[in-house]
């Protein structure tokens, strides 16, 4: 049985059956089943790698580092890579975003067994200067806790990712 409604996308009264996605097509319920609609606003990113990062953990002069993704107020989190200071994480994440003047921030963190996780380094970008559609491949120097501060000179290593901001306006 197939229906369509004002919503953008399909709609199933059965929802085992129904193909959904955790982001990007979002489930909506309606009055008489369950669907999914396709959003407006679609970040696609991709944590590729980090490289010359900081050894936090001074017993084994390495880090176990991770990715903290914050963005249109989701948190998402990489895997973690145990005793690595150039990790390769390929991960790939969709974020919907609704509010045009969003900001995606990533924050590289040590993973640790007692206590708080340590801050490595971080990158912040606006969305709204990405919003052509098209796909940015690049690689950040990261930043330090305060991101507005510009004398912060030390080295925390780099992040290289890759994303599309896509917006569909109807």
């Given at each position: 049985?197939?229906?369509?409604?004002?919503?953008?996308?399909?709609?199933?009264?059965i929802p085992f059956l129904t193909s959904l996605r955790p982001h990007g097509e979002g489930l909506i319920i309606f009055l008489?089943?369950?669907?999914?609609?396709?959003?407006?606003?679609?970040?696609?990113?991709?944590?590729?790698?980090?490289?010359?990062?900081?050894?936090?953990?001074?017993?084994?002069?390495?880090?176990?580092?991770?990715?903290?993704?914050?963005?249109?107020?989701?948190?998402?989190?990489?895997?973690?890579?145990?005793?690595?200071?150039?990790?390769?994480?390929?991960?790939?994440?969709?974020?919907?975003?609704?509010?045009?003047?969003?900001?995606?921030?990533?924050?590289?963190?040590?993973?640790?067994?007692?206590?708080?996780?340590?801050?490595?380094?971080?990158?912040?970008?606006?969305?709204?200067?990405?919003?052509?559609?098209?796909?940015?491949?690049?690689?950040?120097?990261?930043?330090?806790?305060?991101?507005?501060?510009?004398?912060?000179?030390?080295?925390?290593?780099?992040i290289e990712i890759r994303y599309v901001y896509e917006v569909w306006y109807s």
């Amino acid at each position: 049985y197939y229906k369509t409604s004002l919503y953008q996308g399909e709609w199933s009264g059965i929802p085992f059956l129904t193909s959904l996605r955790p982001h990007g097509e979002g489930l909506i319920i309606f009055l008489d089943g369950w669907g999914y609609a396709k959003e407006d606003k679609v970040l696609y990113l991709t944590i590729i790698a980090c490289r010359h990062l900081n050894a936090a953990d001074i017993a084994t002069g390495a880090a176990d580092p991770y990715c903290e993704i914050k963005c249109n107020g989701m948190q998402l989190q990489t895997s973690i890579k145990w005793t690595n200071l150039n990790p390769k994480w390929h991960e790939n994440f969709e974020i919907d975003v609704t509010n045009p003047s969003a900001k995606l921030n990533i924050i590289v963190k040590d993973k640790d067994y007692f206590g708080s996780d340590d801050f490595m380094g971080q990158i912040e970008l606006k969305l709204s200067e990405f919003s052509d559609g098209k796909t940015y491949h690049a690689t950040y120097q990261l930043k330090g806790e305060v991101i507005t501060q510009q004398d912060d000179d030390e080295d925390r290593g780099e992040i290289e990712i890759r994303y599309v901001y896509e917006v569909w306006y109807s």
